[in-house]
């Protein structure tokens, strides 16, 4: 049984002093430190999958005989050929502005996740800059733990994204059924998850939606981040409010629920109150270090079962967050403990992962000990739960709905209202 009485500073592995008897062993260092950053560079540097006009491999002439000879070859009429050439195979999800579909391209094996947004809905919500900031995000980024983005397009009625299929299913769902997760199962996704956030923050995004219904496992049982509603490129700090309240910290403008639509934002509200990170409940405007609190409130989800911060009403979340009171199971082990302390904390001044070492820092932390962070990133480590599937299409892993589809490729679209608001789909 580890000690709880040994100083901070020990959590923390130590770099060897440099004395003059380790000259070879420097040397070595050295080279090591060269390495690692030649791998950071690499895996940061990922071309996007993205595609601005694809041509779905079709020519010029072939794209006209797929429309018909009544149209001419545009990105306006992209939706006509990707609906006429996919089969939309079962109703993944439901989320508020639209609906996620399994679609696959026809006469072949390739699976995609196709998101359809109604513009209208999008408008009316006022959601039009989260929408377009999702798409813009998501096809800049490339990483092992983000879902793909490969291409998007629109008609009169709706945004379509196509998105890589992530036949695993949700996190929640995996953790819903286990109870609680141990703490070799923890600590694996918290890793992947901690890779990915450093890699979203070196490009000045942060997420701000981290739960476990928006991580996937992947065939192998790897984690993929998805849904990028709510994340942002922020250089400094923002005020607007975007995400699950307890995972995003204590800066939640509360003075939003009154001022915008209350419906849609009492119906995102109480998804994710729990998550908020305290400047977002205070209006301080908030950075990066929403995401640190975020992930502090996932691992101990993960390792308890349930979040920190819960109530039976909203302002019993806020006030239970604010006063940053966490009551630990008896099961968390000092490291864990410490680790959690030092993440969920209301001063993003000091909160682990904020401060001058970054990730690094959280990386460091004797919880993370043993871990092999490039063997991740190449998924050369066993995942603890890989997801039974039959096939690429495989939807086992995915809770069942009502199988709605009110996407008809045989439509002709009319007059559009809202197109030069999504100029960029």
Same mark, same amino acid.
């Given at each position: ?64 005989? %797929? ?6 070859? &545009?990105?306006?009429? =992209? @939706?006509?050929?990707? /609906?006429?050439?996919? $089969? *939309? ?93 141990? %703490? ?6 918290? &890793?992947?998850?901690? =890779? @990915?956030?450093?890699? /979203?923050?070196?490009? $000045? *995004? ?220």
């Amino acid at each position: 049984m580890q000690s709880i009485s040994q100083s901070p500073q020990t959590l923390y592995h130590q770099l060897p002093a440099s004395t003059s008897e380790n000259t070879l062993s420097s040397y070595h260092h050295l080279g090591q430190q060269q390495d690692d950053r030649t791998n950071w560079h690499y895996w940061h540097h990922l071309t996007s999958s993205y595609v601005k006009k694809p041509s779905f491999n079709l020519t010029h002439v072939e794209l006209l005989d %797929t429309l018909g000879k009544d149209y001419s070859v &545009s990105s306006g009429v =992209l @939706a006509l050929v990707a /609906l006429r050439l996919i $089969d *939309i195979c079962f109703h993944l999800g439901t989320g508020t502005f639209g609906r996620v579909y399994l679609a696959r391209l026809k006469n072949s094996q390739k699976y995609y996740a196709m998101k359809v947004l109604k513009k209208q809905e999008v408008v009316r919500l006022k959601q039009v800059e989260h929408i377009n900031s999702e798409k813009q995000i998501l096809s800049y980024v490339k990483f092992p733990f983000i879902v793909n983005l490969y291409c998007t397009f629109q008609d009169d009625r709706n945004l379509y994204m196509m998105l890589e299929y992530v036949v695993g299913g949700e996190l929640f769902s995996h953790l819903r059924r286990a109870g609680r997760f141990t %703490t070799d199962i923890t600590r694996f996704y918290a &890793s992947e998850i901690l =890779l @990915a956030v450093e890699y /979203l923050h070196s490009k $000045d *995004i942060i997420y701000r939606d981290l739960k476990p219904e928006n991580l996937l496992l992947d065939h192998r049982g790897h984690i993929k981040i998805t849904d990028f509603g709510f994340a942002k490129t922020v250089l400094d700090r923002t005020w607007t409010l975007c995400g699950t309240p307890e995972y995003l910290g204590k800066s939640f403008p509360l003075s939003c629920c009154i001022m915008t639509h209350v419906k849609i934002l009492t119906l995102l509200l109480y998804s994710f109150l729990d998550k908020l990170a305290p400047e977002i409940i205070q209006s301080k405007g908030h950075g990066k270090a929403v995401d640190w609190w975020a992930m502090g409130i996932l691992i101990f989800e993960m390792l308890a079962g349930y979040p920190p911060f819960y109530d039976d009403n909203s302002f019993g979340i806020y006030e239970k967050i604010l006063a940053g009171k966490v009551m630990f199971p008896a099961h968390f082990d000092p490291y864990a403990k410490d680790l959690l302390k030092r993440l969920l904390v209301g001063d993003r001044s000091r909160r682990l992962g904020n401060l001058k070492g970054g990730a690094e820092d959280v990386k460091r932390h004797k919880w993370f000990r043993g871990v092999d962070w490039f063997g991740l990133l190449e998924k050369k480590v066993q995942a603890p739960i890989v997801p039974p599937y039959r096939h690429p299409g495989d939807t086992s892993n995915f809770e069942k709905y009502p199988n709605l589809v009110d996407v008809d490729p045989s439509r002709i679209p009319t007059g559009d209202p809202y197109v030069q608001l999504f100029s960029d789909f």
